[in-house]
């Protein structure tokens, strides 16, 4: 499958209830209207906000992503949707 054919087709963004510097908001996509990807997270890092895929963390302590695109054109793709969201949603909650 060729990653132009995956789109998301439906974005959720909620806003950190919690102040913090760095965790802005948790985010679930919707590919091709039958996929779901939930817990992402938007991080406010040193270069700017980006998207953490979700990740669980093993019992040596190391996070381990759970899902995440394979092509860096749908990790744009995922990022740039996400991000999108999170900027609409965020006049509503400031």
Known sequence: MSPTTIQVTETRVFPNPVEDERLKAFATVTLN????????????????????????????????????????????????????AYWQEIPAHC
């Open 33 to 84: 209207g039958c996929f779901v990807v939930t817990d992402m997270k938007v991080i406010n890092g040193n270069e700017g906000l980006f998207v953490a895929m979700p990740a669980r963390r093993r019992k040596d302590g190391v996070f381990h992503d759970v899902a995440h695109p394979i092509t860096q054109e749908l990790r744009e793709h995922i990022e740039q949707a996400v991000l999108d």
